[in-house]
């Protein structure tokens, strides 16, 4: 079917503040790892370790809550702006238990989920209280997620791209107070306190907006979406995001079993990889809500227009910070690291990292662009079988069988991603072209 508009310009007036914001949150982590690792470099294992399991449960929330994103622009699409708020407010629910609960998990395993995993007890043991501390900041992160996706889908995302780039402010400026004294454990607690800041200020704007009542932010007995529509789009995606961090997790987990240098070495490499794939989150989170929009106003056209749109961006983005990201190797390594050594081993295997960048930031545009139009199931088996059972297992072939250490494991994230990108473009390819009534209506 022929298109009726252009999307370039759409795709980019909201991908830009998008990615800002995506950029602002693994801005975080970069300062977390960067001033550990040249003020208390010894700790960078512990900070690693205990950020996986972390990692886990807070991507497979934020996961959860894309719901709000989607049917909040789908909603947006119908001409029903009015219950946009009660979206939000199901979805600041669901952040709220799910962060909870993801809180308590984590409380509860404690040092086992490391040693579980054969990691030797010297490293699980300061490693454990890390992640105690940043399951605080999981409810709290999730909070600013659903404010955030719902600031997207009404297309006011520079709100929450100002409020993280200035927890981001805060976060430094806390790091460089308590790390000097108190390590890895200091740095946690300056990712609590910004997220504190992240998800008291953004439900303060979001109260205050003049558009509020239009949104119907306050109508506390407008009736709209519910849980179900929430959790069709939500559920799919938490398994999706939770499978994939996972298994980048058990990555980790396999790097640890190696040694420190190896484990320190793979968690630089893999922030600064996530920091470029938060250029692709904020294209994906594009594509989500451009889309949604058009399967609202029942115009499959524009949806495949929108979906295409971001893709290219997309690839164009990834060629270009692939190329810096080699161009600039040395420098990276040092900026991440005191030790020479380590600074020196990150700086050579920047190329492998860089070539992974095209296809696994294709793989969660694509997936978004599917969730758009109601296919959430797809992405999510793409995903297991890419994430889940082809990269551990190739991760761990190479890494520890093969001694190739931090590139074997670069190398499965490359082999995983295309795999994954591939299943799901072609996936793309026969819904773009399927007819309006292929494309599902939300569940109400």
């Known amino acids: ?10 795709t980019l007036r909201l991908a830009g503040p998008v990615a800002l914001a995506r950029l602002g949150i693994i801005g975080m982590a970069i300062v977390d790892v960067v001033v550990v690792g040249q003020l208390a470099p010894d700790e960078l294992p512990h900070q690693a370790l205990g950020w996986a399991p972390t990692a886990v449960f807070l991507v497979a929330g934020i996961g959860l809550l894309q719901g709000v994103q989607v049917v909040t622009a789908r909603a947006i699409g119908e001409k029903k702006p009015g219950t946009a708020g009660v979206v939000l407010r199901r979805g600041l629910v669901l952040a709220l238990v799910a962060g909870v609960l993801s809180c308590l998990a984590m409380w509860i395993g404690g040092i086992n989920l490391f040693t579980a995993f054969g990691i030797d007890r010297s490293l699980a043991v300061p490693a454990a209280p890390v992640m105690m501390v940043l399951a605080l900041s999981v409810p709290l992160h999730l909070v600013y997620v659903a404010g955030t996706f719902f600031l997207e889908a009404i297309k006011k995302p520079g709100i929450s791209t100002a409020i993280m780039w200035a927890a981001n402010a805060l976060n430094l400026a806390l790091n460089l107070l ?39 932010v306050r109508n506390f007995r407008a009736d709209g979406p519910s849980y179900r529509a929430l959790l069709g789009v939500g559920i799919a995606a938490a398994v999706s995001q939770a499978v994939e961090a996972g298994a980048f997790s058990a990555m980790t987990v396999i790097a640890g079993r190696i040694g420190a240098d190896v484990v320190s070495a793979y968690q630089i490499i893999l922030n600064l990889m996530a920091f470029v794939f938060m250029v692709a989150l904020g294209v994906a989170a594009a594509a989500a809500v451009l ?64 070539l992974a960048l095209q296809p696994d930031g294709a793989q969660v545009v694509i997936a978004s662009a599917l969730r758009a139009r109601g296919d959430n199931w797809f992405p999510t088996f793409s995903h297991i079988l890419s994430y889940l059972i082809v990269m551990p297992v190739l991760g761990y072939w190479l890494a520890e069988h093969q001694g190739m ?7 499965a994230i490359f082999w995983a991603s295309v795999l994954s990108a591939s299943i799901l473009i072609l996936r793309w390819i026969v819904l773009a072209r399927a007819p309006a009534t292929a494309v599902p209506a939300p569940s109400v």
Request: glycine fraction near 10%.
């Open 405 to 411: 250490g931090v590139a074997g494991l670069l190398f």
């Open 178 to 216: 308590w790390v000097p004294d108190h390590g890895a454990i200091g740095s946690a607690w300056a990712t609590v306190c910004a997220r504190v800041f992240l998800a008291v200020v953004v439900l303060a704007c979001i109260v205050l907006l003049k558009d509020a009542p239009l949104y119907g």
């Open 1 to 10: 079917m022929t298109a009726t508009r252009p999307y370039v310009v759409d």
């Open 291 to 354: 889309v949604s929009e058009a399967i609202g106003r029942q115009a499959p056209g524009d949806a495949a227009r929108a979906g295409w749109t971001a893709i290219g961006i997309n690839a164009v983005a990834m060629v270009i910070a692939g190329v810096l990201i080699v161009v600039f190797a040395v420098p990276i390594g040092k900026a991440y690291t005191v030790d020479v050594a380590l600074a020196a081993l990150i700086a050579s295997l920047t190329w492998i990292s860089a």
